[in-house]
């Protein structure tokens, strides 16, 4: 079952895996979309709500995600 989030803007819906609305770029809570994010660096998987990595401290950023 595909779940399907609300932008806190526009309210349009966005396909599960978004991080940005697909329709005003607003970003999307990112504790809704369970996505994590892996370290450029080390590699290491991360919560998506984390700015550096917990194994190397390398900067993350929302791109890097892989779902």
Known sequence: MAV???CP???RENRTGTSYCE???AEL???ETGKVL???ECHAENPY???FC???HEPLKP???ND
Do not use: S
């Open 49 to 51: 709500t984390n700015e």
């Open 23 to 25: 329709h005003c770029l």
């Open 4 to 6: 399907v989030l609300h």
């Open 29 to 31: 809570a990112r504790e």
């Open 9 to 11: 803007r526009c309210g």
């Open 63 to 65: 791109g890097q995600t």
């Open 54 to 56: 917990d194994i190397c």
């Open 38 to 40: 892996f370290c450029p």
